[in-house]
């Protein structure tokens, strides 16, 4: 495991310059163009755990052959990569799992130095993009590896994390994911130390997950922007991985951005028949509420993952297909962009909603010390 270093920007013979379009775009512009010209991030997809189930020797290659061709068709430009431990890892090796992840993503970049770049802050993701690399965001989700051992987190920092939240569904011992809801539980006291100490490193906190009892307790103290890396509108839809219009306003007010989840079971309430359409209606109403300068795309395209994962002598029953067929991974990412001007979206506000916001977010403050 190395330390990386944020390396000078360099002007490559041959590399792809990404077009980007004026602020104010002349004329008529097809959604497909709009697409792909403008910055696409997508702030939560677990494809570590798939590349991590190969062994260490396949993982340049298989993220090379398997994921890339989908982020490049996708058109996504910035992918923050979150570190999930599963639960056959905690708590004893949370840790070493953790770094394995970590270790994963090293290698990914290091193997594919031509398509994609590590990012550490703003300025990297910048020259990435210039040089038609995709930027890669390491992210830490609910952070078992970490404990209570608020101290670990300059150590993280070290090795490229520059976005972490405290809890999944239950229970840690920083604070409790939004399936403990019921408890009314705050951050711990080491919570708040996290919080304080991702704050003073550039880490930034990402309430995805957290209960809303501990959604409330961070936008409390809370000094620097919000995060939210895939979370929808319980307006919408009444489940307790959704956030409220209190909440939505909340974040924004921090100057964050809430990061739209795909996942059909958090859009509506059968979400066997879950549309496209009502994915665009989650994205507008969060507009609506937090304004069109705080609202992101964290599309949590688990299906992909999971197909990854699962032998073939088994089957998964995680999640819901979509009754739109296309949108389960990066590739659809497009059509989203399509239902949102079908809809009548602003051109200039899509291009927000697909990266603008994220991309502004982390160019002022990923990896930026307090």
């Known amino acids: 495991m190395r330390a990386i270093v944020a390396a000078e920007p360099s002007a490559r013979p041959g590399t792809r310059v990404q077009e ?32 991590t189930a190969r062994p ?34 905690r708590p004893e090796g949370a840790l070493r799992e953790t770094l394995r992840m970590i270790e994963c993503a090293h290698t990914i970049a290091e193997g594919n130095a031509d398509e994609v770049r590590l990012c550490l802050d703003g300025a990297g ?69 996290a919080l304080a100490e991702m704050e003073r490193l550039g880490i930034l906190f990402d309430v995805s997950h957290l209960s809303a009892s501990g959604v409330a307790h961070v936008l409390e103290p809370a000094t620097r922007p919000v995060l939210a890396t ?18 939505l306003r909340g974040i924004a007010a921090t100057g964050g951005t809430v990061c739209v989840n795909f996942l059909p079971e958090f859009l509506a309430d059968d979400p066997a028949a879950c549309t496209l359409d009502r994915l665009v209606d989650h994205i507008t109403h969060i507009t609506g509420v937090a304004g069109a300068d705080h609202v992101g795309l964290g599309p949590d395209f688990v299906q992909e993952v999971v197909g990854d994962i699962t ?60």
């Open 20 to 51: 980007r379009l004026p602020p104010v775009a002349s004329g008529r512009v097809s959604s497909h163009e709009l697409h792909h010209r403008a910055v696409v991030a997508d702030a939560h997809n677990d494809l570590l755990l798939a590349v």
């Open 56 to 89: 260490p020797r396949r993982w340049a290659g298989f993220f090379r052959e398997r994921w890339l061709p989908q982020l490049r068709e996708g058109g996504v430009d910035l992918q923050v990569l979150p570190v999930f431990v599963e639960d056959d890892f």
């Open 125 to 193: 993701i910048d020259a990435a993009l210039t040089e038609g690399r995709i930027a890669l965001v390491l992210a830490l989700e609910s952070a078992p590896g970490i404990d209570a051992n608020v101290e670990l987190f300059p150590t993280l920092h070290r090795l490229g994390v520059r976005i972490a939240s405290l809890a999944h569904w239950g229970r840690t011992p920083l604070a409790d994911g939004s399936g403990e809801d019921a408890t009314g539980s705050r951050l711990t006291a080491a919570g708040v130390e």
């Open 230 to 247: 895939h979370s929808s509108a319980r307006a919408l839809r009444d489940h307790h991985r959704n956030l409220t219009d209190a909440q």
């Open 311 to 370: 032998p073939p002598c088994c089957e998964s029953d995680y999640g819901f297909p979509w009754s739109r067929p296309g949108i389960e991974g990066p590739r659809g990412l497009p059509l989203v962009t399509e239902a949102l001007l079908s809809r009548g979206v602003p051109g200039a506000t899509v291009r927000k909603i697909l990266g603008g916001n994220v991309l502004d977010l982390f160019r002022k403050e990923l990896g930026r010390p307090n």
